[in-house]
């Protein structure tokens, strides 16, 4: 009566060829790295995209900020100069010329220095408005 390793050997294929497993465990091996380096590179990538949007939605939120920023100016700039010609009005019904008053001299200085900034701001509101949204 054979023993129990006799017979799992007699169960074993007569002549292994090593050279075929160790093909398999190469491609096996190549498989698992692959895997890792893949594995890796979408973390990296994902992480990356992630801090990107952070940053995006950041950049977004500055930009909101800065075009109401833009918008209060606008409205205080048309209120200055709303006051102004009411100002002059009277002004020239008093017949007294507007120039003569210093606060009449500065908000007329002011409304220059807007004009000249003006076309540059407004170029600059437009570019930012025009970021796409998330």
């Given amino acids: 009566m054979k023993n129990n390793i006799e017979k799992v050997y007699g169960k074993l294929p007569k002549k292994v060829n090593l050279k075929n ?69 009277k002004a020239n019904e008093l017949g007294v010329n507007p120039m003569t008053f210093e606060g009449f001299q500065e908000a007329s200085f002011t409304i220059g220095v807007f004009e000249q900034n003006t076309e540059d701001i407004v170029d600059t509101i437009k570019t930012i408005k025009s970021i796409p949204q998330l």
């Fill in 21 to 89: 497993h160790k093909v398999e465990l190469e491609s096996a091996e190549e498989l698992k790295n692959s895997l890792e380096k893949a594995d890796a590179s979408w973390s990296l990538l994902d992480d990356t995209l992630n801090d990107w949007v952070i940053k995006y939605i950041d950049l977004l939120n500055e930009v909101n900020s800065v075009v109401n920023l833009y918008d209060n100016w606008a409205n205080d700039r048309d209120s200055l100069e709303n006051s102004m010609i009411g100002f002059e009005e």
